[in-house]
C-alpha cells in the first residue's frame, strides 16, 4: 500500500508540473471576487456621467454665448434706430432752412450773372461816355466830328478836319483815352466840291477822314453767339 501510495503521489506530482492548472482545484462558477465587476460597472456609469455633465455644460455654454450674442445685436439694433430716428428729426428740422439756404444760393448766383451781364452789355456805354468827355474837351475849329458808330470793341469816326496834321493829332489824343488799345486811320482823302472834283488842292486844305478806335480784341463766334444769346434772352 505504502508503496503504491508513494508511487501514485510520484505520478501526479509529475503531472501538476506538466501542467499548471491541474493544480487548482476546480470549484464550479461561482466568482469568488464580484467587487470587481461591481466596479467596473460604476466607473463606466461614472465615466458616461462625467461625459453627460461635460455635454449638458458645453451645450448650456454654446445656447449662452449665442443668447448673449442675440441680445447685444438687438441693443445694437434698438441704438442705431435710435440714432437714425434722430438724425431723421433732425434733419426734418433742418430741412426749412436748407431750403432756405439753397434758395439764397441760387439768388446770389442768378444776382451775380445778372450783374456780370449787365456789365458785359454797359462796357460799350462806358466807352462811348469816355469817348464823348474826351471829345468835350476837344478845341473846336480843326476837327469837326461828322459820325460816330459805336460797337462792341471798336468805334468807327468820320471827321472832318483842317489838315493832314490836325486829323493826326486828333486822332493821337483819342488814342490815349484810358481803354483804347490801338487807332488807326483807314482813309483820308479830300472832301469833293459841287461838281464832283477834289476842292482844296492846296497843301493844308481840308481833308476828311475815317479812323478807328479798338478798344479790345473781339472774343471767339461761340462767345459772342452766346452773349447774344443772353442778351436777346435778357431782352
Not at 461561482?30 to 461635460?54: G, H, I, K, S, T
Request: charged share 25%; glycine share 8%.
Amino acid at each position: 500500500m505504502i508503496g503504491g501510495l508513494s508511487f501514485s503521489s510520484g505520478a501526479t506530482a509529475d503531472s501538476d508540473r506538466r501542467d499548471p492548472r491541474a493544480a487548482v482545484p476546480w470549484l464550479g462558477g461561482f466568482n469568488l471576487l464580484p467587487y470587481r465587476q461591481r466596479n467596473a460597472r460604476l466607473a463606466r456609469r461614472r465615466c458616461m456621467r462625467d461625459w453627460a455633465v461635460a455635454a449638458c455644460v458645453g451645450a448650456a455654454g454654446v445656447l449662452l454665448v449665442a443668447g448673449w450674442q442675440s441680445f447685444a445685436a438687438a441693443r445694437l439694433d434698438a441704438r442705431l434706430d435710435a440714432r437714425r430716428e434722430s438724425a431723421n428729426e433732425a434733419l426734418t428740422r433742418l430741412a426749412a432752412p436748407l431750403e432756405e439756404h439753397a434758395r439764397l444760393l441760387r439768388a446770389e448766383e442768378e444776382r451775380r450773372k445778372a450783374a456780370a451781364r449787365a456789365a458785359s452789355l454797359a462796357t460799350p456805354l462806358v466807352r462811348l461816355r469816355d469817348l464823348l468827355d474826351a471829345l468835350s474837351f476837344e478845341p473846336g475849329g480843326n476837327v469837326v466830328l461828322r459820325q460816330l458808330r459805336q460797337r462792341e470793341h471798336e468805334t468807327e469816326v468820320l471827321a472832318t478836319s483842317s489838315s493832314h496834321i490836325a486829323s493826326a493829332e486828333w486822332l493821337k489824343r483819342l488814342g490815349s483815352i484810358h481803354g483804347v488799345q490801338g487807332a488807326e486811320m483807314r482813309d483820308l482823302h479830300r472832301p469833293a466840291g459841287k461838281s464832283g472834283t477834289s476842292s482844296g488842292q492846296a497843301i493844308g486844305g481840308p481833308v476828311e477822314f475815317d479812323a478807328r478806335l479798338r478798344w479790345g480784341d473781339p472774343p471767339p463766334k461761340a462767345t459772342r453767339a452766346l452773349k447774344a444769346a443772353q442778351t436777346g434772352g435778357a431782352r
